[in-house]
């Protein structure tokens, strides 16, 4: 069965919108104090963290690149150099670099939350599933990890798991148009009545909110949908 998507947003520095938000700045203490006696390589992270927050994925690239081929241990340029990767959208690249800190360093849930982020992008919505869940072991309180993760089990094809993390995830932010908009999908499987009042949640949402304009016809088109089906 074919799931129904939004229209892909920007990519980077949303906060929710596809999954695809990179968090670079959370684990940076942990992973430099992490690499103690690495003073070349902090220099370089210190650097590309910089140019990170600026929007210069690629020139950070180039400052974390050479550390990396002279050391591929290196955790903190590692990290920071799958984020540069993660904002060009060379999603292969940055799962590379987010696989290898999540194996070094299992206590951190910003790592598990950006290697969800590239197996949504991926395709591979079952792993993305799994790292989000990690993430949330670590993190429980990460509403942007659940939201995420009920994307990751809705492409997969399980609306009651997905339904279990959006939930989670509006109990953080009820009105948040996103959430809603795949909860309504989400129980479209399960529940017509309940998907039919969730769309109507969201548009009261989404009146409010300019950016979500080109999804509101969508919605109107499944509460017809909905409507005219028998025993609603």
Request: aromatic share 10%.
């Amino acid at each position: 069965m074919a799931r129904e998507r939004r229209r892909k947003r920007n990519n980077v520095g949303m906060k929710r919108g596809w999954g695809t938000e990179i968090s670079a700045a959370a684990a940076a203490l942990f992973f430099i104090a992490s690499a103690a006696g690495a003073g070349a390589e902090d220099a370089a992270v210190v650097e590309a963290r910089a140019l990170l927050a600026v929007g210069k994925a690629a020139e950070a690239a180039r400052v974390l690149e050479p550390v990396c081929r002279r050391d591929p241990s290196a955790a903190a340029a590692g990290y920071y150099l799958g984020c540069c990767y993660a904002a060009a959208g060379r999603w292969e690249e940055a799962r590379a670099f987010f696989e290898r800190s999540a194996t070094r360093y299992p206590d951190s849930p910003q790592t598990y939350y950006n290697l969800g982020v590239v197996y949504n992008q991926l395709g591979n919505y079952r792993a993305a599933a799994h790292a989000f869940e990690e993430c949330l072991l670590l993190d429980p309180a990460n509403g942007d990890a659940d939201f995420n993760c009920g994307l990751a089990y809705y492409y997969a094809g399980e609306p009651v798991r997905a339904i279990q993390h959006l939930r989670a995830a509006r109990a953080l932010d009820p009105v948040a148009s996103d959430v809603l908009y795949y909860l309504a999908l989400s129980y479209e499987e399960i529940d017509r009545r309940v998907a039919a009042a969730t769309w109507g949640e969201y548009l009261k949402a989404a009146a409010a909110d300019p950016a979500e304009r080109p999804y509101v016809e969508t919605a109107r088109r499944h509460i017809a949908g909905l409507r005219g089906q028998p025993g609603l």
